[in-house]
């Protein structure tokens, strides 16, 4: 998570204060985390077991389909086996017909082999007269006695197969055997001879024939009709009393293959009975599934969740700390922010919506800040218009002016001049500082610019005239005091003061939609183009027309920025300045001003 | 440092995982060590049969190894001592020594081996359990058949194994206070033929020759019973009586004869078996205890009973 961490270092690199952890419980990152885990653990734990229980299935059938095949080969291998004992055995007996039991006896070591312990015939009192081995038989046993003996001359069959017994012909040897034992009769001599024939098989055969590799560790052992084990791979543990965990019970062994259980789980068994011993072929499997196989695939499959389900931890704590990553250094660059700490917006990188928040965020500290410096410096400029207004309203030398004026009207002896002058001074200085108010209206702003005419025009001697014209609609308008003052001494002093007769200055004040106008003509000599063109900008060099630029911001502080002066001149022919304001009859709140 | 605790945290998960894996991924095998006293003698080769029976019904993998023939204890302790050193999950052990193998036991038991002990018990109380013969019932046994058809007064010999054999010392025992109990039977010193029958027979030979009033010899098991036979049938003396514990296909051939009265049957592939699955059970958990295996009488009449021969002659295919 290389940008992740970059971000990261960048927020934890502020100096230490308590900050919100993303270890919370309930922290988004921890809530995401953990529901993604345990959604996709879900879905993945219900999709193996799906699989496995599946695949289970399809191994148990496959199982249980090769088992059957393997039981029934086998079966028909120890058929044959049984078969091929019986035809020795008439073999044998057509032999007895042949040739004389001395020589017989020489003749009968061709039948031999790995499998057969003995191949021996007997005569009805149990003498032995024919066998393959040499060695003489033991005499103190009555073989009479014997039950393959006397199962073979009284049972009507062919042949009769023994249960597995310890043979013991040869003193001191004393073989597990299977006895397949027939009477037999022959013709010696003219006269017909009876006796019983043996053919002792020992289990190397069977065993060899019964060892077919079954799936998964299964087996395939013989029994009789009785129930009684013929053989079984686990022999000696059955004769020591022990029986192996998964036999299945007498009761589940009907002809064919069927699913039953046993031996702590199920087991797949299937019999099958020979046609030449009254026999059965059982082929016995555990039917695990997956687990069969050495717990080999079962390892894969837990290898593969455990895998999964780590990555998916690794891959749902990544993914909800890109979420949450963004949002945390966002609340701690809005926690300092919100403190007024000077910080540069971080950039905030990450997710799409993260990056977005975060961009509407930064866009709103610049605003703000933007919004600051504009107050600030707005607060700068009244409070400057302000100390100019009170300039203004106590000209120093407007005041000196005028009682120079009134002390030499007053040598003259011009009593009456002297009263005007003064009673217009008073009047002009009365409504001048009148009070906290910043605001008056239209008629007693014209009244003022009068007052101040009367004066002006006494002490230009009478050099102009001026008219002052107010629509009743809008003399009791709203305006902002000493705002025409300034404009009038602009026209007298740069304007009709230059004349030495006949200059006029024509003041008016009317409504101009929703706006109070007022407008002051001269018929001066004008403006210089150079300088009409930056008459209102603020431009300290700029000495000129300070009156008017004065006028113009206070204005737009005031009232808006839409509103202030518009000057028009032409060169000795006159200058007209039109003051525009808005139309109010309420004098409005005390704007910002300290 | 946040990073790096997600960071240990995700590790100790994946470590966590792995750790799993080793442990249920791998189905465990436990790893048993059977000690006997003699692999290459047949009673041994059926304890192990039984007990590779019992692996493989629990799947675990047994080991026999002991020494060859049985002697003196000494050999068995360094066999037992390298096996622990293997670690094996259980050690299956036949004390060669009642006494003098409970040290060596209990250094396995101090080094976290769970011990079995089969028919042969050690004179310590930590090991899990002992399977095998009840051996003072066996020897009581013994006499039980001896007083039933020695009638009258006489002597009896007695043909033992080993001197410190736990299981010598307690059939004998539970043989003469039997016989002392039920008859007038004086019974002789015993005899030692040192599990060898060769040696037995010397020692039967030197007894019969040494007293002329012998009506009986009790041999304790199976290779005393085989010299003793042997002795008696070499001497042709069918008149003293022959009584042993276990029975071989030698001695069978001996009982047909008519030197061998009776003999009284072990189970070794019971033991085998069961005292590898009390191993394996107690490795899983389970509560296990001592357990002992039968015990079987049988004489010319029964010794070709199915469930006689099953157990006298071994079923090699």
Redesign the interface.
């Known amino acids: 998570m290389p940008r992740a961490t970059r971000i990261f270092r960048q927020a934890g690199g502020a100096p230490k204060r308590r900050r919100p952890s993303p270890f919370h419980w309930n922290s988004l990152w921890m809530l995401t985390a953990a529901v993604t885990l345990g959604i996709s653990l879900a879905a993945v734990l219900a999709v193996t077991k799906i699989v496995y229980s599946h695949a289970n299935q399809t191994i148990n059938q496959s199982i249980e389909q090769s088992n059957a095949q393997v039981d029934s080969n086998v079966a028909s291998s120890i058929d044959q086996y049984i078969h091929e004992m019986v035809s020795i055995s008439d073999s044998v007996a057509n032999l007895l017909n042949e040739f004389p039991a001395a020589e017989l006896n020489r003749r009968l070591f061709v039948f031999l082999r790995e499998d057969i312990e003995t191949i021996a015939v007997f005569d009805r009192n149990g003498t032995p007269l024919v066998a393959t081995d040499n060695r003489a038989m033991r005499s103190d046993i009555s073989v009479t006695q014997q039950s393959w003996f006397t199962g073979a001359s009284t049972s009507g069959r062919r042949y009769l197969i023994s249960q597995p017994h310890v043979q013991r012909l040869y003193r001191g040897e004393y073989p597990w055997v299977i006895t397949l034992s027939r009477s037999v009769s022959w013709v010696q001599n003219g006269s017909k001879y009876y006796g019983i024939m043996i053919v002792d098989m020992n289990f190397s055969r069977i065993k060899y024939l019964c060892s077919r590799d079954l799936e998964s560790g299964g087996y395939i052992y013989i029994t009789d009709q009785m129930g009684d084990v013929v053989y079984h791979p686990k022999q000696q543990m059955i004769y020591a009393g022990v029986l192996p965990k998964d036999i299945p019970s007498e009761e589940n062994l009907s002809e064919g293959s069927s699913v039953v259980d046993g031996g702590g789980g199920k087991l797949a068994v299937c019999v099958r009975t020979l046609s030449n011993a009254a026999w059965r072929v059982v082929g016995v499997t555990s039917m695990n599934g997956l687990a069969t196989y050495d717990g080999g695939p079962d390892t894969y499959v837990e290898v593969a969740i455990l895998l999964l389900a780590a990555a998916i931890l690794a891959g749902s704590l990544f993914i909800s700390r890109q979420m949450v990553q963004p949002l945390h250094n966002l609340m701690t660059l809005m926690g300092r922010v919100s403190k007024g700490e000077e910080t540069a917006p971080a950039p905030v990188t990450g997710i799409y919506e993260a990056g977005r928040l975060g961009d509407s965020f930064n866009r709103m500290v610049t605003r703000i800040r933007q919004l600051m410096v504009q107050v600030r410096t707005e607060q700068e400029q009244l409070h400057r218009s302000e100390l100019k207004t009170l300039n203004a309203q106590i000209n120093p030398h407007f005041l000196y002016n005028t009682l120079d004026s009134v002390v030499w009207l007053a040598q003259s002896g011009d009593e009456k001049h002297v009263v005007q002058m003064v009673l217009a001074l008073s009047k002009y200085f009365r409504l001048s500082l009148s009070g906290a108010k910043d605001f008056i209206t239209a008629g007693e702003e014209l009244q003022q610019v009068e007052n101040y005419l009367i004066i002006q025009k006494m002490r230009f001697g009478d050099s102009f005239t001026y008219q002052i014209t107010c629509e009743d609609e809008v003399r009791s308008a709203q305006t902002p005091k000493i705002v025409l003052q300034p404009i009038v001494e602009n026209a007298i002093v740069h304007g009709v003061g230059t004349l030495s007769e006949g200059g006029k200055i024509l003041i008016e004040a009317h409504r101009s939609g929703r706006e109070l106008e007022f407008s002051v003509r001269d018929n001066g000599c004008g403006i210089k183009p150079d300088v009409l063109a930056h008459i209102l900008e603020r431009n300290p060099s700029s000495r000129s027309g300070i009156g008017l630029k004065n006028v113009h911001q206070r204005i737009k502080l005031a009232c808006g920025q839409e509103y202030g002066l518009q000057v028009e001149s032409e060169l000795d022919e006159g200058t007209v300045v039109r003051v525009r304001l808005p139309l109010r009859y309420d004098a409005p709140q005390k704007g910002g001003a300290e | ?3 790096r ?2 960071l240990i ?2 590790l100790v ?2 470590l966590g ?2 750790g ?2 080793a442990g ?4 465990r095998e436990y790893a048993i060590d059977l000690i006997v006293k003699g692999t290459n003698m047949d009673f041994w080769k ?1 304890v192990n ?2 007990a590779q ?1 019992a692996a493989s ?1 629990y799947r675990a993998t047994v080991t026999m190894t002991g020494p060859a023939i049985e002697k003196d204890y000494q050999q068995q302790a360094g066999i037992l001592k390298s096996s622990v050193a293997q670690r094996p999950d259980a050690i299956v052990l036949a004390a060669a020594d009642y006494e003098k193998m409970a040290r060596p036991v209990q250094n396995a038991v101090d080094a976290g081996i769970p011990v079995v002990m089969v028919d042969s018990d050690v004179d310590s109380s930590r090991t899990v359990a002992y399977v095998g013969t009840d051996n003072l019932a066996l020897g009581k046994k013994l006499a039980d058949q001896l007083c039933r058809q020695v009638k009258g007064s006489g002597e009896v010999g007695v043909v033992s194994f080993m001197q410190n054999s736990f299981p010598a010392i307690q059939r004998e025992k539970g043989f003469r206070d039997a016989v002392r109990a039920n008859s007038r039977l004086a019974v002789l010193d015993t005899v030692y033929g040192y599990s060898d029958s060769a040696q037995a027979e010397k020692v039967t030979e030197e007894l019969v020759a040494k007293h002329p009033k012998l009506k009986a010899v009790a041999a304790l098991n199976m290779w005393s019973s085989e010299g003793a036979a042997r002795a008696l049938s070499k001497l042709g003396r069918k008149d003293i009586r022959l009584f042993a514990i276990d029975c071989s ?2 001695l ?2 001996y009982m ?1 004869d008519g030197v061998l009265s009776v003999a009284l049957l072990q ?1 070794p ?2 033991m085998g ?1 069961d005292s590898v699955e009390t191993a394996c059970r107690y490795l899983r958990g389970d509560k296990v205890g001592d357990k002992f295996t ?1 015990i079987y009488s049988v004489d010319i009449t029964t010794l ?1 009973d ?1 469930k006689y ?9």
């Open positions: 440092m946040k990073k605790i997600a945290l995700v998960l994946l995982a792995a799993c894996l249920f991924g791998a189905k059926s049969g039984g029976a019904d296909p030698e069978a051939m047909e189970n592939y019971q078996y039968d070709f199915d021969e099953q157990l006298i002659f071994p079923f090699e295919s």
